[in-house]
T-cell receptor, first 109, second 115 residues
Framework: QKEVEQDPGPLSVPEGAIVSLNCTYS??????FMWYRQYSRKGPELLMY????GNKEDGRFTAQVDKSSKYISLFIRDSQPSDSATYLC?????????FGAGTTVTVRA | SQTIHQWPATLVQPVGSPLSLECTVE??????LYWYRQAAGRGLQLLFY??????ISSEVPQNLSASRPQDRQFILSSKKLLLSDSGFYLC??????????????FGPGTRLTVL
């Protein structure tokens, strides 16, 4: 079993839709949770990070963590074609990141 | 502000040839440095990480090696490339100040094709 499992996708949504991305993890020692966005042929860029259970908002993006269920989510509201990318969840333990495999999202204009 | 550079951006090498990929970080001191590989359609696989000059930890046994000759320089090498070494190689840095909350920032990557 992988430490981090991410819904594989791909997802294709119309512009303006809400995008929902999910990851589950098995190691309850993970402390810090992140979402990275990766455009094609580019390095991942940090989108959001959170430490505690609950919701964190940043503009159109909301990161949600449920430590009791070992489940994290990212929601993108009012999605735009520029949001088309691969989204990677990640979590830290002892200076190391464990990544999900990524979900590719396409927002259709 | 901190920036991270990787070169070359793209590389095509024959099987059995050597490899040297370089990563440098600017604007920070004593960062933690990381090498990852991303195969097509796959997640990121941690290859090596370093918490200081000359300190390298290997995560996956393979024909690759890493070195950190200077504080902000991280090099990924191979003596003989295999076809399976093809992929997108990413370098990342983190401040190393907090083991639980350290955020990693990635470079632009090197796309390696072994033929």
């Amino acid at each position: 079993q992988k430490e981090v499992e991410q819904d594989p996708g791909p997802l294709s949504v119309p512009e303006g839709a809400i995008v929902s991305l999910n990851c589950t993890y098995s190691n309850s020692a993970f402390q810090y949770f992140m979402w990275y966005r990766q455009y094609s042929r580019k390095g991942p860029e940090l989108l959001m990070y959170t430490y505690s259970s609950g919701n964190k908002e940043d503009g159109r993006f909301t990161a949600q963590v449920d430590k009791s269920s070992k489940y994290i989510s990212l929601f993108i509201r009012d999605s735009q074609p520029s949001d088309s990318a691969t989204y990677l969840c990640a979590m830290t333990l002892n200076y190391k990141l464990s990544f999900g495999a990524g979900t590719t999202v396409t927002v259709r204009a | 502000s901190q920036t991270i550079h990787q070169w070359p951006a793209t590389l095509v090498q024959p099987v059995g040839s050597p490899l040297s990929l370089e990563c440098t970080v600017e604007g920070t001191s004593n960062p933690n440095l990381y090498w990852y590989r991303q195969a097509a359609g796959r997640g990121l696989q941690l290859l090596f990480y370093s918490v200081g000059i000359g300190q390298i930890s290997s995560e996956v046994p393979q024909n690759l090696s890493a070195s950190r000759p200077q504080d902000r320089q991280f090099i990924l090498s191979s003596k003989k490339l295999l076809l399976s070494d093809s992929g997108f190689y990413l370098c990342a840095w983190a401040s190393g100040t907090n083991v639980d909350t350290d955020t990693q920032y990635f470079g632009p990557g090197t796309r390696l094709t072994v033929l």
